[in-house]
């Protein structure tokens, strides 16, 4: 990426930070192409909450585990009004299994989600609460983010509606 300076690896943070960014905007997965074509124009003209819904909704079809937890969080945030980082990691060992690299995973898509405001933190470490707000979305970015939903869905049988909690629904 032009003006960024790579870590020593492509194992250090600024390493994964640009494998990530790069797969969801420079070479997003086939599926995600149309998607991709129209995020990008949205993207360029859009406010700070409709960039968030904008890449949002291309980490969901880059990304089947963000989607995944999304998804989750949603879930139980609608059932719970908080998300529990324990009872969450044993919905996604569920489905992802039992990796030694799914609880930094989750921890940082959830912290990633907390530092974006679609999370607040909870009063204990590991609990998350709904931001208190919602982000409201133009009827292109909500397309774009249920557009990410549908490639989630049929290129894993993950994503559901419920991972677009961070977003208003008018």
Do not use: C
Not at 144 to 157: M, P, R, T, W
């Amino acid at each position: 990426m032009e003006g960024s300076v790579a870590g020593d690896t492509a194992h250090s943070a600024r390493g994964k930070t640009i494998t990530v960014l790069a797969r969801v905007w420079i070479t997003p997965p086939p599926m995600a192409a149309a998607l991709h074509e129209r995020a990008a124009e949205a993207f360029a003209i859009a406010s700070p909450d409709q960039r968030l819904g904008v890449h949002w909704a291309m980490l969901t079809a880059a990304y089947p585990f963000f989607a995944d937890v999304a998804a989750h969080v949603g879930r139980l945030l609608a059932l719970q009004g908080e998300v529990q980082t324990a009872q969450l990691q044993r919905r996604i060992v569920t489905t992802w299994g039992d990796r030694s690299t799914i609880p930094r995973a989750l921890q940082r898509t959830l912290r990633s989600m907390a530092d974006w405001g679609a999370l607040a933190d909870g009063s204990a470490r590991g609990r998350f609460l709904p931001s208190g707000r919602m982000a409201p979305v133009s009827a292109e970015t909500r397309n774009l983010l249920k557009q990410g939903v549908v490639i989630a869905q049929e290129s894993n049988g993950l994503g559901a509606e419920s991972g677009l909690f961070p977003f208003a629904r008018h």
